[in-house]
């Protein structure tokens, strides 16, 4: 287990509250932790879930059109 001391502002240990309350939680660095997992999960590794690959695999079938150059393609829209 690494510690460390941090400096966080107002809001911040205000999130860290309700995210210590919400799960029951012993200290803020639980709190943390949580937020940490939280975040991997939303925003680090969205390509991972599902839905992202049925996105990916529905734009795979989809016709695709050749153009030249970038001109072309703005006036195909």
Known sequence: MVKSFVD????????????????????KSEA????????EEEILEPELRPEYIKRLKKYE???TIKVKNI????ELE
């Not at 966080?8 to 200290?27: R, V």
């Not at 943390?32 to 975040?39: D, F, G, L, P, R």
């Open 8 to 27: 966080i502002d107002e809001h911040t240990n205000w999130i860290l509250n309700i995210i210590k309350a919400k799960y029951n939680l012993k200290n």
């Open 61 to 63: 079938k989809e016709k």
């Open 32 to 39: 943390v932790e949580i937020m940490a997992q939280k975040y």
């Open 71 to 74: 001109k072309e393609f703005f």
